[in-house]
């Protein structure tokens, strides 16, 4: 091949290259669980409890047994001998044992909990045999309430004899620090915030197909996940298969937000029944199933004192936090309560710092990560006491965080913390401040703000800006994997452990093979979510997949460059330092002479003498990019609004976030996932709630009840990036995918008390704030 000098192509890292899955998806070409329908199949439904909490007298299948179309039940006596409980990943090691098996083992404790399940024809069959499976069952008093599940009068496992699972302890100082800075506090701040329950509703609720092999008895499980590796190896702990007999694909998943890295009672039935019944069987939850069977999220009430000197120091926070963790510890349990209580001081530097964060067990749907994890409620919690504190010392608000905060000269930091399945939380890289000051600035937190405020008060118009500024932990390890393979025509092929549900991985992650190895994006082809064709992974969530499996990726890529650079030298008996990789090939320095990477494919097809250095022959590369340390990206949200002091009506007229995440891949992808965190967040605050009455109920079954933002509730998002890298990874690239929706609360909660300070509200919870609930903050007579 002859090369031209013009050779030099922009780099695709760093340009807003258009996703390359959309074209497919946006047709409705996309193939997700419920599109998939072997021959054979059948279809299972599930035999819900109906109580809160109760004890199960009998199941008796019988009438189910005899409808036509029906094939099987099964109830805990069928499978207690085969079905280990689903495993909870993140207790600690005084967390004791609350695991759910994949039916009730004799008591029911929460509403929506599998009892039985049953396999017919067709799903509406197996719908209406549901109502032939009678379940006798002795109803239990229920607490859902958190203060009550502490004090523990009603227990949900007798035999442990407490409602708190576990209390994770974060130390920084130590017990004499902290008495010592209160002592010494010009002012003590002392608080309760809470946080309600969501439900994540991604756009796809889950589904399953599982399938045996009649010629390799392999097991194929067909599942709405993040993470196909991890349940493989969960299926096989819990039916004890060996992992080699089980195949996992995620195939094209409809959003997740850490609803679907969790391991659910479902993936664990579906594959006993087609053991048994040696067909393929199929479920799909339905939206009514979603809302109490897939995890819930963020509940949780903080109480934090702090510590705060003349001149507006903060010197300490003593917190301590109770998290609704439900009826028992699913996937990953703890996780919410470790990432607030070890993030709970955000980007400010409070050197001393005591932490008790308290699980506890309640009759309600198990909750797990949600888009943020424990970041929203800790940045709730963290700057609202910044707001408190600002206005009663009379200080301005952007100020007070300013000379809180860690400057760039103080990072690397150690914060002394810890989150589970993480590590030590150490800061690597930002400039809080600067972000912090450009969104103020964006937003108009300028000088002549107050005066606006006053004049628009004065004309009935009650405006608020409220600030949120956050650091969060995302990368975490333990590492991703990635193949990229060259084939004969010189094509690239990436195999990647990620397991992407919405992100784009497909387009950032061939944006950095491509520009690795100079070659065109449309030459690389993204294969994931399937574990016969990705051999290892771990998955995506916790921002994880563009530092962590991009990094591998692109490692990989470069694996295979050096690779295809020492055949070439050897094919062109040329000294490697005398070739250059351009243009997606190995080019002689100041000569026309070059192997292209089709060129060596082939060669290294043939090729059969070995290669210096112990190299193998193919041009392909595996790569496990280890997490040394946790990446931490950092933003700064600002919200404007206007209340209707008249209807309780929030307009949000404004929104800015400007954020860091390191080297951005793909500046329209961050963007949208920006906006996306950002609506989940604003949803969160404005509508979403999952209420449960006393006896245990929940109260929003639907999505007519659970209140979703539609486009009209959103306003334009603006945003502005800053890029620190980290020095974690090669490519310097943070996660993107959660910073969005772990500010919006804060913003909007300060924003909300700004507008309604002139009628003293003391806003500490994340609501959500309907209407009725602002016209409550009004006294009467003033609205
Ligand atoms: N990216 C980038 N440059 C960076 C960082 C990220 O271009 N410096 C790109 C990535 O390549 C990827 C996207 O931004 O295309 C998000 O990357 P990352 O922050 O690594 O997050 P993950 O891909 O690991 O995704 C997980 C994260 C989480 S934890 C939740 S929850 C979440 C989210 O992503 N759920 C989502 N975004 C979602 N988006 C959609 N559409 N649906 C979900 O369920």
Redesign the pocket.
Known sequence: MTVTPTGARPAYVGGSVKRREDPRLLRGRGRYVADIRPAGTVHMAIVRSPHAHARIVGVDASRALATPGVLAVLTWDDIADQAGPIPCIDLYPDSLPTLQTALADGVVRYVGQPVAALVATDEYLAEDALDGVEVTYEPLPAVVDLDEAVAGHTLLYPEHGTNVVTTIAQDVGGDAAVDAAFAAADHVYTETFTVHRYVPA?METRGVVAEIDPVTERLTLITSTQFPHLVRGFLSGVLGLPESRIRVIAPDVG????A?CEFYCEEILAPLFAMRLRRPVKWIEDRREHMVASSHAREQKHTVRVAVSADGTVTAVDARSWTSNGAACCTLATTPASISSAMLRGPYRIPVYRARAHCVTTNKTPLA????AGHPQAVLVMERMMDIIAADLGRDRVELRLQNMITPAELPNDRGTAIVLAGQVVYDTGDYGAVLRRAAGMIGLTPDWAAEQQRERARGRYLGIGVASLVEE??IGPYESAVVRVDGAGKVTVLTG?S??????V???SQLVADELDIDLEDVTVLHGDTDVVAEGVG????????I??AAARSAAATVKEKALTLASHLLEIDPADLEWRDGAAVVRGASRSMSLAELAGAATAWNAPLPGGLDWNLEATHRHQAPGIAFSHATHAAKVAVDVTTGEIDVLDYVVVHD???????S??EG?VH??VVQGLGGTLFEEVPYAADGTPLARNLADYLLPTVSDVPVIRTDSAESPTPLNPYG??????GGATGAPGALVNALADALAPFGVHLTSDGPWTPDRVLALIPEEQA
């Open positions: 991604p959003g997740g937000f850490g679907k990560v949600y888009r943020g995302t990368a990620s992407p549900h919405g992100q784009g991985h387009t950032t992650f995506t969530f916790a921002s994880r997949s563009a530092a499996g991009g995440c390191g080297t951005v891949i793909n500046p992808i961050v996932q996306g965190g690239m943070k996660g993107a995918g959660e």
